[in-house]
Each structure stands twice: as structure tokens, then as C-alpha cells.
């Protein structure tokens, strides 16, 4: 079982930054594709970038250029760099996981969900 635990998210004016960060915990073997969705009000949740096993990474065209999503394998830690956020960035961020447990069992986990919200 793998448990996902995410932080980092808050109030920030237009044009700041924030840093999400998702620590995955529990018996894993490896971490192979790491997103980060979001979900505002009345709104399906949409992939907002996703890292893959091998460096592959793929952005919504929403954040291009402002949002990255990089990885420390050493922890476990998946992190969101949000740059020059905008009010209609507004949602719950969530991260999610693929991942194959020491038992060799691939399933993929979601986090619990962190609120970023950005004031005009």
C-alpha cells in the first residue's frame, strides 16, 4: 500500500508562486508516473502535468512555461513549481501515482488534495 501526502498549497496574490509537494510513503518499489490534476468548482478534474519513469513530462497548455514538475526519487517526493499563478488557477490540487509496491503490484493512489487559491 502506498500513501500519498500532499502540502504546500495556500493564498497567493496574481503573479506569485507556489511549491506543491506530494510525499509518497509505504512499500514502494518504484514510483512510475507521477501527476498533479486540479479541480475547481463545477469543473472536471484535468491532468495539470505529468512526470514519467524515463525524464517524459507533459504539461496542460493552461501552465506551459509557468508550472513545473520535477521529482526526487530519494524521497519519494513529487514537486509542482507554480509561477506566475493566475486567479483561474484556482482549484484543489491532487496528486497521483503509479506505482509498483515491493510486492510487485502496480496500482495507482491519489493524494487527499491541497487548496491553492489566487486572489486577483
Known amino acids: 500500500q502506498v500513501q500519498l501526502v500532499e502540502s504546500g498549497g495556500g493564498l497567493v496574490q496574481a503573479g506569485g508562486s507556489l511549491r506543491l509537494s506530494c510525499v509518497a510513503s509505504?512499500?514502494?518499489?518504484?514510483?512510475?508516473?507521477m501527476d498533479w490534476y486540479r479541480q475547481s468548482p463545477g469543473k472536471q478534474r484535468e491532468l495539470v502535468a505529468r512526470?514519467?519513469?524515463?525524464?517524459?513530462?507533459y504539461y496542460a497548455d493552461s501552465v506551459k512555461g509557468r508550472f513545473t514538475i520535477s521529482t526526487d526519487n530519494t524521497k519519494n517526493t513529487v514537486y509542482l513549481q507554480m509561477n506566475s499563478l493566475k486567479p483561474e488557477d484556482t482549484a484543489v490540487y491532487f496528486c497521483h501515482v503509479d506505482a509498483t509496491s515491493t510486492a510487485r503490484v502496480t496500482t495507482t493512489y491519489w493524494g487527499q488534495g491541497t487548496q491553492v487559491t489566487v486572489s486577483s
Open positions: 512526470f514519467s519513469r524515463g525524464g517524459n513530462t
Open positions: 509505504g512499500s514502494i518499489f518504484s514510483m512510475n508516473v
